[in-house]
């Protein structure tokens, strides 16, 4: 399985942008999906997530703002990031998880900046 993130860029303070993520392999409509973020010297946080059944949450900080959403035909999970304050600059990673055989196959892309200018 391998994860190609996409869709990062510069943006100014209350800009939007999407993040996309497409997963390689024809088992995705059974991962459990999220997109995590790391910001230079901090610890990397989840920021949203997306079960194969289409539940999501989202972190306190960025709830109201952020969406996060999949296409099983495209293999694809978004995050539709809006009202983008300097705080949400970090590199986003996109993560795929499920449980097989009582083992958890944990999957990670490979990162997208995101920047937001004050």
């Known amino acids: 399985v391998q994860l190609q993130a996409f869709g990062g860029g510069l943006v100014q303070t209350g800009g939007s942008l999407r993040l996309s993520c497409v997963v390689s392999?024809?088992?995705?409509?059974?991962?459990?999906m999220g997109w995590y973020r790391q910001a230079p010297g901090k610890q990397r946080e989840l920021v949203a997530a997306i079960t194969s059944g289409f539940s999501t949450n989202y972190a306190d900080s960025v709830k109201g703002r952020f969406t996060i959403s999949r296409d099983n035909a495209k293999n694809t999970v978004y995050l539709q990031m809006n009202s983008l304050k300097p705080e949400d600059t970090a590199v986003y990673y996109c993560?795929?998880?499920?449980?097989?055989?009582?083992?958890?196959?944990?999957?990670w892309g490979q990162g997208t900046q995101v920047t937001v200018s004050s």
């Open positions: 392999g024809r088992t995705f409509n059974t991962f459990d």
């Open positions: 993560n795929a998880n499920r449980i097989r055989a009582g083992t958890k196959l944990n999957y």
